[in-house]
């Protein structure tokens, strides 16, 4: 985040107590841009370089170890390289979301009074002790033990959570990144599929999706809406932010109310169900999926093998 975080909520509160009495709700009217931007295929090559490290480093000390169970020494150089690259797609990604933010501004014609930000499905490193946070965020103290500020969004139609975090170790000091799905992608789009195979025209799907949008303008980048993404298909916003609360995950400071939302949408087939000749990325992005499917596969066939595998 550019400003600091207990400086941020310290603002923000003092802001919210003089707009609020003490019978109404405190609101407080900013414009606010709130960006998801992931490492994609840049991340992917760094895994997958990193990936092949760990399986030639483990072999040297262990036999019979599964791809997905490889493991690289943090103290020994490819351990640290790895490390490093980790960082550097941490602080890509910063980049992005700020290059996206500042753009609009210009185009605005405004600037920019703070921002924040927080990674989620990451990996830290809190002393000797590596945090994989698959689904969730980190909602811990900074290094002087102030609460840091995150962003925690539910699903497109619900507010978005500015929250402090508890540091509750219990936790491993983490909160939801988001609602979560409630089922999976496939399984979001097949409910709506007659029995031919085809799913609602557009004007169907168009209506599915102002049922569940009230409200918001919602825009697809590929024009046609994608059902997995809309709030049927995760958790009830209210029930998860409930919970947060519940399990001393976080507190929540402030909710941000979405007027609007961009969408990737749906592309159509994946590319290996086109037909035409795929693109080397394209090829690239199938194999790196295959390579997650077998490890996937091979790590679930060493859990069943009590003596770890040959």
């Known amino acids: 985040a550019k400003a600091g975080h207990h400086e941020l909520a310290d603002a923000l509160g003092a802001e919210l107590q003089s707009a609020g009495s003490p019978d109404t709700p405190s609101v407080v009217r900013w414009n606010v841009l709130v960006t998801h931007h992931g490492s994609r295929g840049l991340g992917a090559h760094v895994y997958k370089r990193g990936q092949k490290a760990a399986e030639k480093q483990t072999a ?178 209210a029930q998860v932010k409930a919970q947060i609360a519940q399990f001393g995950l976080a507190e929540v400071v402030a909710e941000i109310r979405p007027l609007g939302c961009i969408m990737a949408g749906d592309a159509g087939p994946r590319p290996w169900e086109r037909d035409k000749d795929l693109t080397p990325k394209q090829k690239r992005q199938i194999e790196h999926r295959a390579d997650r499917r077998k490890s996937r596969r091979g790590l679930l066939s060493w859990d069943d093998d009590p003596e770890g595998g040959e």
């Open 60 to 237: 040297k000390t262990a036999a019979g170890i599964p791809t997905a169970a490889c493991w690289l020494d943090f103290d020994s150089e490819e351990g640290a390289a790895y490390w490093e690259a980790l960082q550097y797609v941490s602080r890509w990604t910063l980049a992005n979301h700020q290059c996206i933010h500042a753009s609009l501004a210009e185009k605005l014609g405004t600037v920019i009074a703070a921002s924040v930000g927080n990674e989620h499905n990451f990996v830290w490193k809190r002393d000797r002790l590596f945090l994989h946070g698959k689904g969730a965020t980190p909602a811990w103290n900074d290094d002087l033990g102030r609460p840091r500020i995150g962003l925690i969004p539910l699903h497109m139609a619900a507010p978005i959570l500015l929250v402090l975090g508890r540091d509750n170790t219990e936790y491993l000091s983490f909160a939801p990144h988001g609602a979560g799905r409630n089922v999976s992608r496939r399984a979001a789009v097949r409910a709506f599929q007659q029995d031919d195979g085809l799913g609602p025209d557009s004007k169907e799907l168009q209506r599915l999706v102002s049922e569940q949008t009230p409200g918001i303008a919602v825009r697809w980048w590929h024009k046609k809406p994608d059902l997995s993404e809309t709030p049927m298909a995760y958790k009830p916003a």
